[in-house]
DNA sequence: CGAATGACCAAGC
DNA sequence: GGCTTGGCCATTC
């Protein structure tokens, strides 16, 4: 492809998809693991525009909290969809810090 | 191609 | 504790 294989893009794409049911990831930590540590907004443009083959319903913000504009419907679908693969919510929109998957770091 | 927008995060007041 | 500002860069108009 014309594309750089090492786009924050497709790391994003790569990161979003390896997310396991159950669990959860912060738009920050996709970032960061993508090689910008502050780009946490692109994730968030990704998340829209990009592709939907990618389960973005297991994507949070850093408190926990569910995104507000999610294309399926808002925060009450991405709440189901998450505890519908398993991801234990604390309050109606919000999930537990301790349920996020942080990724073997150093 | 240029300007505007944005599903975030952190720091400052 | 809540609002404002700056930063990142992809997607859209």
Do not use: C
């Amino acid at each position: 492809m014309d594309q750089p294989e090492s786009s924050f893009r497709d790391n994003v794409y790569a990161i979003v998809a390896g997310i396991p049911a159950g669990k959860v990831m912060t738009y920050g930590q996709i970032a960061a693991l993508s090689g910008h540590p502050r780009a946490a907004r692109q994730v968030g443009q990704i998340a829209h525009f990009g592709p939907s083959d990618l389960p973005w319903w297991r994507v949070v913000n850093k408190q926990g909290g569910l995104a507000g504009a999610y294309t399926n419907g808002g925060r009450t679908e991405h709440k189901r969809a998450l505890v519908a693969d398993g991801v234990v919510v604390d309050d109606e929109y919000k999930v537990k810090v301790g349920e996020i998957l942080w990724w073997p770091v150093e």
